[in-house]
């Protein structure tokens, strides 16, 4: 999805944020920003101004839930992206993908939908009409990993991974489902370019779950509360963590955390759909994208969100 039809840039940040010093292992929990698109709204915790990236991840938004009537829901016209890949999890509903390489693809709950943008892609987020034509529920996440500078231009490419292709484990009872990359003893078959984690879990009330360690990581409570060791967090909270070894949660009532991270990728600029390592790259793009030298989305040729005025 593009960044919500705004100029999201590094200087327009406004989450709250607050630094945590009584828990060895939390950096800072941010109170994600909402932002109302209309029909419904998407919490957004990445990027700000205290924490830009975690790991690859710089762009982290908890979509719905919505309930939308028959004739409403997600129609997000064509928009572009370079240098990142993107990523789409739905927990609830369905959306319908079209890109400039030609790809067609029903994104549904458990799927994981990866984008890479390189040198350039175009895409639009609809529904199928079957869909659209009665009333609906949409709920997910959409991230956004910066690609390592050695790829930033590599060809654009689409890479969708069903469900089932999803490994799913059991750590002292609680469900864990390894997105991308690897833990506990299991690894992702989707596609990385660095060291990248995700993953999901859902606890009960009073169940426990030792985290996985990497360079960088940050929890995202989805649902309900849990704690870590004396810090309560609060749903809808990310906890950017330390690099302390075997932090564990507890969950304080039902919860469904996701989990993020990997190696640190460097400094990332960000305008609107664009990211790169290079101010001067972005600033072609927005020329390129105004000039329309960007290829069309295969069925999807006549609408397309024009670039914001700065």
């Known amino acids: ?116 943008a390189g040198s350039g892609i175009v895409h639009s987020e609809r529904e199928r009409p079957e869909i659209n034509q009665q009333p609906h529920r949409l709920h997910g996440l959409q991230l956004w990993m910066a690609l390592p500078t050695a790829f930033e231009e590599i060809d654009p490419a689409f890479y969708h991974y069903p469900s089932a292709e999803i490994p799913a484990t059991q750590i002292n009872d609680v469900p864990v489902r390894v997105l991308i990359g690897s833990a506990y003893g299991v690894t992702s078959p989707v596609k990385t370019y660095s060291e990248t984690l995700y993953l999901e879990a859902e606890l009960q009330q009073g169940q426990t779950l030792v985290l996985p360690d990497t360079e960088e990581r940050a929890l995202y409570l989805a649902k309900g509360q849990l704690q870590i060791k004396d810090q309560q967090i609060n749903e809808f909270d990310m906890v950017v963590l330390t690099a302390a070894h075997g932090v564990t949660i507890t969950a304080v009532s039902h919860c469904r955390i996701a989990l993020i991270g990997g190696a640190n990728i460097g400094p990332r600029f960000i305008d609107w759909n664009f990211v790169s390592s290079r101010k001067e790259r972005i600033e072609q793009a927005k020329k390129d994208w105004q000039d329309g030298k960007f290829p069309k989305v295969v069925g999807d040729e006549v609408e397309f969100i024009p670039l914001p005025k700065s």
């Open 1 to 116: 999805m593009n960044a919500n039809e705004q100029n999201q840039s590094n200087d327009n940040l406004e989450q709250e944020c607050e630094f945590t010093a009584g828990c060895d292992a939390i950096k800072l929990v941010i109170t994600p920003r909402i932002t109302d698109l209309g029909e419904f709204s998407v919490r957004r915790t990445l990027p700000n101004r205290q924490c830009k990236t975690v790991g690859p991840w710089l762009f982290f938004d908890h979509m719905g839930p919505a309930d939308f009537p028959a004739g409403g829901g997600i129609n997000v016209r064509p928009h572009p992206h370079i240098n990142l890949a993107t990523v789409t999890y739905l927990f609830e509903g369905e959306i319908l993908h079209r890109d400039s390489l030609g790809s067609l693809q029903s994104i549904l709950p458990g799927d994981i939908n990866l984008m890479v």
